[in-house]
């Protein structure tokens, strides 16, 4: 296996287990679910806001759209293997599919998450918003931030943070500023 595959192997292993929230090896409907919930939460978002029941919904319909293309046994259940072979096959996330699916998942985030409503996230916020939705901690993100924030305004935008998770999972340049979103992928 050459460098690069591996390098999309633990790009792909660490997004996998960023979105499995009980960490039992597998993805299912709640880890989606219980995780947008527990966001809007972190942000004082309650059951009646518009903004988190949009959050919910996208999640919800990303896992639907996962489980169609990547349940490939049927349990209801993703496996790691099984999350890795859909990516493999062009069924996750495509250059060409990618701003269909994530432009409309980073604008609800946004929505919770941009507590000033002015489109740019602070540190603060990107710090919470991460922490709570795929438990990534604070240095990590911290460190993400700064490589992200290419204009070093100190604020990130939702198109800087869509290029960002563009550029971690199609740019294979292990020096791009997008693997760092997630965290270190090598010891």
């Known amino acids: 296996m050459s460098q690069m595959n591996d390098f999309l192997e633990r790009r792909l292993a660490r997004r996998f287990r960023a979105h499995d929230t009980n960490q039992n090896g597998y993805l299912e409907r709640r880890d989606f679910d219980i995780s947008a919930v527990r966001m809007a939460e972190e942000f004082g978002h309650g059951p009646e806001s518009p903004a988190r029941q949009k ?61 000033d409503g002015d489109g740019k996230l602070t540190a603060s916020e990107q710090i919470r918003w991460m922490g709570s939705l795929m438990h990534v901690p604070e240095p990590v993100v911290r460190e993400a931030f700064h490589r992200i924030d290419k204009d070093n305004d100190g604020f990130i935008t939702a198109s800087e943070l869509v290029e960002a998770i563009r550029g971690y999972y199609f740019d294979e340049s292990p020096d791009s500023p997008a693997h760092w979103l997630l965290g270190p992928l090598y010891p």
């Open 55 to 115: 959050l919910v919904e996208i999640s919800l319909g990303l896992w639907e759209h996962l489980r169609k293309v990547a349940d490939l046994d049927t349990d209801g259940r993703i496996s790691l293997a099984e999350y890795k072979a859909a990516f493999a096959a062009g069924l996750l996330e495509t250059a060409e599919s990618f701003d269909a699916g994530y432009v409309p998942y980073i604008n609800a985030v946004m929505a919770v998450a941009d507590q």
